[in-house]
């Protein structure tokens, strides 16, 4: 089963409103990365988010990580139309490349 | 630098059928992972390879087999193709540093079998 959990699944807002999307996890992390991914094409990393920090910001993008919750928010600011796609946490819990994937949020942004 | 590619980009085979499916990495990313992502199971890994060795596999069954080259570009296989196995495969180079990944995912290739 998937390590995450996300929500919500789907999230539509008009452009220049903000959008959060919520994971969750079960178990201890090393690290939680936020990955986009377009219509069914590959993934893009976002931001990686260290288990010792709390906070993390790139550009509109915002994460946070509160791990006595096992939770992380994605907060992108100001939202364009091109912002429109699916977006995926993913934890490194035995370190190395094994990620496990969140059930993604599908982000709509209207112009 | 140019980034991860995968070949092909779509396939259609038939059940029973083999497949193989290639990856090279970005210059100098020694480890290639690979993803299998449907719309019921999501995104799972399969396993992933350094340095031409085996370092972690998923819960996929044997019909699934990967190798890895010198030059660090990786080939999985799939073997007796069934209905389930149509999905987006997705392939992924890293470059580890400082005990933390940051993977770049190549395009994907799409099978489709009928």
């Known amino acids: 089963s998937q390590q995450g959990e996300e929500d919500p699944q789907a999230l539509s807002i008009q452009e220049g409103e903000n959008a959060t999307m919520n994971c969750s996890y079960k178990t201890s992390i090393n690290n939680l990365q936020w990955y986009r991914q377009n219509s069914g094409r590959g993934l893009v990393h976002l931001i990686l988010i260290r288990s010792n920090e709390r906070e993390k910001h790139s550009g509109r993008l915002r994460v946070t990580l509160d791990t006595s919750k096992k939770s992380s928010s994605l907060l992108i600011t100001a939202s364009r139309a091109a912002d429109t796609a699916s977006y995926f946490c993913?934890?490194?819990?035995?370190?190395?490349?094994?990620?496990?994937f969140g059930e993604g949020t599908q982000l709509t942004v209207n112009p | 630098k140019a980034g991860v590619t995968q070949t092909p980009r779509y396939l259609i085979k038939t059940r029973g059928q083999q497949v193989t499916l290639s990856c090279s990495p970005i210059s100098g990313h020694r480890s290639v992972s690979w993803y299998q992502q449907t719309p019921g199971q999501g995104l799972q890994f399969l396993f992933e390879y350094f340095s031409e060795t085996q370092r972690n596999k998923g819960n996929f069954p044997g019909r699934f087999s990967g190798r890895q080259f010198s030059n660090s570009r990786s080939e999985m296989n799939v073997s007796t193709l069934e209905l389930g196995d149509s999905a987006l495969y997705l392939c992924?180079?890293?470059?580890?540093?400082?005990?933390?990944?940051?993977?770049?995912f190549g395009p994907g290739t799409r099978l489709l079998v009928l």
């Open positions: 993913a934890t490194d819990v035995q370190g190395g490349s094994r990620l496990t």
């Open positions: 992924a180079s890293s470059l580890e540093q400082g005990g933390w990944v940051t993977q770049y």
